[in-house]
């Protein structure tokens, strides 16, 4: 395996490249021939997958998209499934359904063996808006049906949209509802009227801001933790932050992975998102080595307990 330096910083590149990326988009993005070579890839075998509350099978680790639109967005999400990632997560407000759709269908992969998740924007809230803005983002997607479908946020009338997606999902239109960047409160409050629990809680983790406390109570609940930003989007100095890194050295791991295998250890789906195909080969390379307790508790005292993404709040 290649040995990427922890000390570059990650983000920075990512940053700088991305114009790069789309500017050298491949002449034959119309075909899904050129990702046929892939199609096959053990890697899509060898990701753990978590069962939710209703008995359906998600991956452990999948391939976020914020920000990735047009024609990089497309490619990039080909790519990631032609290396072998099956969760694909998008949401209304990425601007991006109709480049996830695209880069699904170019990569030639069936469906079933897909798992997509969007989301609800609070524009949308309420039992009308829901059943209407789910439909839209199942046009622009180009599919059947989703796999999950997520309330993005804790605003407007939750209620009115849960009751919209439970529908939804009794019509198998969903085949898993849920919920993103709720707090306990919120999940009280939610579950008290339904009789249906959401799959998943979608929120902000990594080391910085561990959640231990909240995934516990969500385990009480049944109900699954997601990490949005498993990888703080590089903040903080993530991906040169000195403990990770001699972690990293042990295993002859990058930070990145490190962080991916710490969530992994801790039963934690997580969704990484990059347009280099470089860091979605990297990312996909945390299963050959464990994290030891000592390992665990060097992370576990990175933690500061305090959102490192202010400007979400």
Avoid at 275 to 285: D, G, P, T, V
Wanted: aromatic content about 10%.
């Amino acid at each position: 395996m290649k040995n990427y330096t922890n000390g570059v910083n990650r983000r920075e590149f990512i940053k700088s490249s991305t114009k790069l990326a789309a500017a050298t988009m491949f002449m034959s993005l119309g075909s899904s021939k050129i990702y046929g070579a892939f199609m096959s890839s053990p890697i899509a075998n060898s990701i753990e997958t978590v069962t939710l509350n209703n008995g359906l099978k998600i991956p452990i680790l999948g391939f976020g998209t914020l920000s990735l639109k047009g024609t990089l967005g497309t490619k990039c999400v080909a790519e990631a499934i032609s290396l072998g990632y099956r969760l694909i997560d998008t949401a209304k407000v990425y601007g991006n359904e109709e480049a996830v759709g695209e880069g699904i269908k170019l990569s030639g992969i069936k469906r079933d063996e897909l798992f997509v998740t969007s989301k609800l924007w609070v524009d949308d809230s309420g039992y009308e808006n829901t059943k209407k803005a789910f439909e839209t983002s199942l046009n622009k997607l180009g599919l059947e049906y989703l796999d999950l479908y997520l309330i993005h946020r804790p605003r407007g009338d939750v209620k009115g949209s849960w009751k919209a997606m439970v529908e939804l999902y009794k019509e198998h239109k969903i085949r898993a509802i849920g919920v993103s960047n709720f707090e306990a409160s919120h999940l009280d409050d939610l579950i008290k009227h339904s009789t249906i629990k959401p799959a998943i809680n979608q929120i902000e983790s990594h080391a910085f801001f561990q959640q231990d406390p909240t995934n516990e109570s969500l385990k009480k609940y049944g109900i699954q933790m997601e990490a949005w930003a498993p990888f703080a989007e590089g903040r903080n100095g993530l991906f040169t932050n000195q403990t990770l890194a001699d972690i990293g050295k042990k295993y002859n791991k990058t930070n990145a992975q490190v962080s991916l295998r710490w969530h992994y250890q801790r039963g934690i789906i997580a969704i990484p998102r990059t347009s280099q195909k470089a860091h979605m080969i990297e990312n996909l390379q945390i299963f050959d080595f464990v994290l030891d307790k000592s390992d665990m508790q060097s992370i576990a005292a990175l933690d500061m307990n305090t959102s490192q993404f202010p400007e979400w709040k």
